[in-house]
DNA sequence: ATGTCTTTGTGAACGCGTGCACAAAGATGG
DNA sequence: CCATCTTTGTGCACGCGTTCACAAAGACAT
């Protein structure tokens, strides 16, 4: 996962613990679908399937919401969809503000998931001048000397940060000043905040190095001696991975598009 | 972090701890750093603090690799920028594969920080007739017919998914059968993969979504009863900010762009 | 050579997260 | 109204990851 707290140890925050609020917007995203088929309950069997989690897991999380399922039938999706909305604060609507508009930038803010999840682009914002006015996604690039203005007049409280890593760190302290509590962080590199402030990282780089080393790992599992790696290995995996795909018939859940409009 | 492991339960990859292996990059990009400063050795004190970790989980994370310090002085900066680009595989090129160059598959083929990694874009597949033989990012974008041909005459062991998440699991089948074992998703779908596939996915919606939690609860806890909520909480933040801004200096460690090219 | 001072490497304790397995709850049918 | 069957909610145990705290190792000065 391409993802990494940063600071603030544990998450008590009402006893509900980190891991589990992670987990919620995957619930959700599955309910979301299921509620879009008109279907009225679940068991958490198949919520879990759909999640791609344990059953018991999913319902270990569940009961620290309440006891929002009905023995022997299942969850009621709607009012599931409705509690974990609520819980993960998405009943209200988010401004948001990106910083850099680069070629990540312009993607985030061409976002359609954005919208459709309680939060809106309040303003797109870049040090370049030539890019000042310029409309992205239908919004015009405002310059980075209305950064402070921007947060405080929209009450902006969630940052996306999408600038070289050399200006993240000062974007950041900018933004916290003039308000700013949760930063969502794609540069590459180690945002400090004061306490109170959260951050959220997303490291492209990171995740390819992660994955790496696991293919090398892989690799050198059976071919022995060094020789050509990854290719021993590889015909196992095609072999496993055939039939799996032939049993893949399941189509997505709904049609959402990844962090971006696709072309 | 925007990231999130999918299956394979533990990683006993050769005793490192998958948390410890989520950390190495981040290490590797502080002392890179400091290599290009020529700085020959650091404590693990202050590597630690610069990579934004505890140090004694720093020196725990190095004892799994070997012990590669000198007590009394510290690490050698080159020597241990050898190690982990050994131990993560970063040694050898990795070629990679981008579908779906969408808005945001554009953006990770402009990403300068592939090469400078050991990762190659071997290709850009879209299903969109219309894109084949567009050049991207100086990058010929080919068909989806072609997959299997590229997958297998490159060797490509590593696939990025930028598709919409209807046509993620279809993509994910058609790669793994051709001999992807490691699948960077970034398409808002749980994906399903036989063992021995390793994929991690980044969400942006999850992650705003979390954020969107935590800062829900920060307005909540100040504010008792239901009211206008994130502006009590506003002001203290603002003032524990202005301060740490002001004594923020240090200037970001490389010139690394996030993920993608900014304008 | 010896003593001091710095910094590593790690044993041990703790806490969080996961998964098992089962009792309790409630629906459903007779 | 009772029996049966399904599915939730959770007590418990286990394992991973984090952190503390300190002994051992080595540099450096005298």
Chains 1, 2 share one sequence.
């Not at 919620?24 to 198949?46: C, D, G, I, K, W």
């Not at 399937?49 to 299942?74: C, E, P, Q």
Request: proline letters at 6%; hydrophobic letters at 45%.
């Amino acid at each position: 996962m391409a993802t990494g707290r940063t600071h603030r140890p544990a998450t008590r925050s009402r006893g509900i613990p980190e891991a589990t609020v992670a987990r919620l917007p995957l619930y959700l995203r599955a309910l979301t679908a299921l509620s879009e088929r008109s279907v009225p309950t679940v068991s958490s069997e198949e919520l879990a399937a759909a999640a791609g989690v344990n059953s018991a897991k999913l319902r270990k999380d569940f009961s620290y919401l309440g006891s929002y399922g009905t023995r022997g039938v299942g969850y009621d999706v709607e009012y599931l969809v409705y509690q974990i909305s609520r819980e993960l604060g998405l009943t209200q609507d988010w401004p948001v503000v990106i910083v850099g508009i680069g070629n990540l930038g312009a993607a985030l803010a061409n976002y359609g998931g954005f919208a459709s999840r309680g939060f809106r682009v309040a303003a797109l914002i870049d040090a370049d001048p030539a890019m000042a006015g310029k409309p992205v996604a239908g919004i015009a690039v405002q310059h980075t000397d209305e950064l402070e203005h921007i947060i405080e007049s929209n009450g902006v409280s969630i940052g996306v940060i999408a600038t070289p890593a050399g200006a993240a760190q000062q974007v950041c302290d900018r933004l916290v000043a003039a308000g700013v509590t949760s930063i969502l962080n794609f540069a590459p590199t180690v945002l400090t905040v004061p306490d109170g402030v959260d951050v959220r990282k997303v490291d492209l780089s990171i995740e390819l190095q992660i994955l790496a080393f696991h293919e090398q790992r892989k690799a050198g599992e059976e071919t022995p001696e060094g020789g050509a790696p990854a290719t021993s290995g590889r015909a196992a995996a095609v072999a496993a991975a055939a039939e799996a795909a032939a049993a893949a018939d399941r189509k997505g859940p709904d049609g959402d598009v990844p962090a971006v409009m696709p072309a």
